[in-house]
């Protein structure tokens, strides 16, 4: 039976654009509790895509729609949800609506930082900057044509952009412009490449990039869309700004930039390896060589590190990568573990980050070598923490595990039947992970463990809007390692039913 459900995709935008104008006319007046509008806009908006995928799971056809956009340009305004767009949508928009519980009391210690009062006249431009977040997010994941790819990334960088310079930390004026400046430079190289495609075959859908065939406009349309993406993923030798940006930032969105970051994973699989893999193939095995130098890289300079959020800063970087190895290792299972991992590593690095952002809140700081024995004051963030860095860290049974041994699997398995090569770069792959570890459970030791000081004696545990959703989520990456199938059923479908090729 196949759900009906009024324009459902659609809603999933639109709904939030509504929440958004709504906050921003009551914020004054509702102070911090104007987040509870967008909290209910953003768990329908979940809703509605948790039964989209209800009806693919049990019926196998997809929810999709199109609307007349630009007839001259032939132009449609499209939407798709099916094994690969659905469940990056689901989280993504999860972690979105957990974050905007944990946004009200974060943002109300922000203001009192910034203003020496609450200022609640600031709560309606921060909650409307923050659904516009969920709308370019799942606009991304949903969309069938480049442009309007593209316009939804732009819609991504906008809010983030202004939140940054509003709310951020040290010279969040100039770190916020540093920010737009790289991501704009991103995007212009990716929509770059999609203008040479619509040149060369009459159209933005993604689906037409296949008819571009093994071309050399079709290697190039690859080299600059994949460009433009590892620009905005900060992979090595792109990634100066990132620390920067995701270090200083109002810790409250930390867990979006990430999810920024990592977006490019979903994008390369859905326009580059779907439509033009015979032509992506070639830049296979240099994705994996980069993605091992900024796995390695990302995880030296992260164990340098003293402050908390310059941790997890860094640490973002490493851990994006891994999914690219996954996918350049070009098997149905590498594909596959490299999209789960980005899945997980979302859930993870939201848990974290908040984390961070409660320690600053609670103690004032966020050098670490200024904390210690926390667990006796703050039971459950230490809790949280741990499973933040038992997700990230691949330990079962937690769904960081599952996919990163899948990943793995599949990036030897393509050395067991192909290149050599690809073993060794699998090898060093697997070393790299031992510095995951190490930056993930240092903290924990150095922040909860050990003896407690003196000016941490009257250090109190967050209030319950700040660790519940934490635990939520805490709960739902317990609940995809146990049974991973509820996630990695469909991204496998979707690998092995549009690249049938793939080993």
């Known amino acids: 039976m196949i759900i009906s459900y009024p324009d459902l995709l659609l809603q999933t935008i639109v709904v939030p654009l509504f929440a958004a104008a709504i906050a921003y006319a009551l914020g004054n007046r509702l102070g911090k509790n104007v987040g509870w509008i967008v909290f209910a806009s ?42 690969l767009s659905l469940p990056v949508a689901i989280v993504m928009n999860i972690v979105v609506t957990v974050s905007s519980v944990y946004s009200m009391p974060y943002m109300k210690h922000r203001l009192e930082a910034m203003y020496g009062e609450e200022r609640k006249d600031q709560y309606g431009l921060y909650f409307l900057n923050y659904s516009l977040f969920s709308v370019g997010l799942v606009g991304v994941a949903l969309s069938t044509n480049l442009i309007e790819l593209y316009l939804f990334v732009e819609l991504v ?32 190289v990716f929509i770059a490449g999609g203008l040479l495609a619509y040149f060369t075959t009459g159209s933005f859908l993604i689906s037409s990039l ?3 065939g093994r071309s050399y406009i079709a290697y190039w349309v690859v080299f600059l869309i994949l460009v433009g993406w590892l620009v905005k993923m900060a992979t090595f030798g792109f990634h100066v700004w990132l620390p920067w940006a995701h270090g200083e930032h109002p810790t409250s969105i930390a867990a979006i930039i990430a999810i920024i970051v990592g977006l490019g994973n979903y994008v390369i699989v859905r326009v580059l390896v779907a439509p033009l893999f015979p032509v992506f193939e070639s830049f296979g095995l240099w994705l994996m060589i980069l993605a091992l130098i900024t796995m390695i890289y990302g995880g030296i300079v992260t164990m340098m590190q003293t402050d908390v959020k310059r941790v997890y800063a ?27 991992y980005f899945i997980t590593h979302m859930i993870g690095k ?17 050098d670490m070598r200024k904390m210690g024995g ?4 703050m039971p459950i963030t230490a809790t949280i923490t741990l499973g933040g860095s038992l997700i990230l860290s691949a330990v079962p049974p937690f769904g960081g595990f599952q996919a990163e041994w899948i990943m793995f699997v599949g990036i030897f398995q393509q050395g067991l039947t192909g290149a050599w090569f690809n073993d060794v770069v699998a090898v060093f792959g697997l070393i790299a992970t031992i510095f995951t570890v190490a930056y993930t459970f240092w903290p924990v030791k150095k922040i909860f463990f050990g ?47 549009s690249l049938p090729f793939l080993r």
């Not at 860094?314 to 789960?340: D, E, P």
């Not at 939201?350 to 966020?366: D, K, N, P, W, Y």
Request: charged residues 10%.
């Open 157 to 188: 960088l906008i809010p983030s952009f202004l939140l940054i310079g509003f709310f951020g930390y040290i010279d969040k004026e100039r770190i916020a412009m540093m920010y737009f400046i790289w991501n704009q430079l991103g995007a212009l």
């Open 314 to 340: 860094w640490s973002t970087i490493s851990q994006t990568a891994y999914s690219l190895l996954g996918i350049g290792s070009l098997t149905a299972l590498g594909v596959a573990g490299g999209l789960f």
């Open 350 to 366: 939201c848990i974290l980050f908040s984390c961070a952002g409660i320690l600053l809140s609670q103690t004032g700081t966020r």
């Open 374 to 377: 926390l667990a006796s004051r």
């Open 42 to 83: 953003l768990l329908y908006t979940s809703a509605l895509l948790f039964l989209a995928g209800i009806q693919i799971y049990t019926t196998g056809s997809f929810p999709v729609a199109s609307y007349q956009w630009a007839n001259v340009a032939s132009l449609n305004f499209g939407f798709l949800a099916d094994n």
């Open 210 to 212: 296949s008819t571009l």
């Open 451 to 497: 003896q407690l000081p003196e000016s941490m004696q009257k250090v109190k545990e967050a209030p319950l809007t700040m660790t519940v959703p934490l635990l939520v989520l805490v709960a739902i990456a317990l609940i995809i390692g146990i049974y991973p199938d509820f996630v990695f059923r469909f991204l496998y479908t979707y690998v092995t039913h």
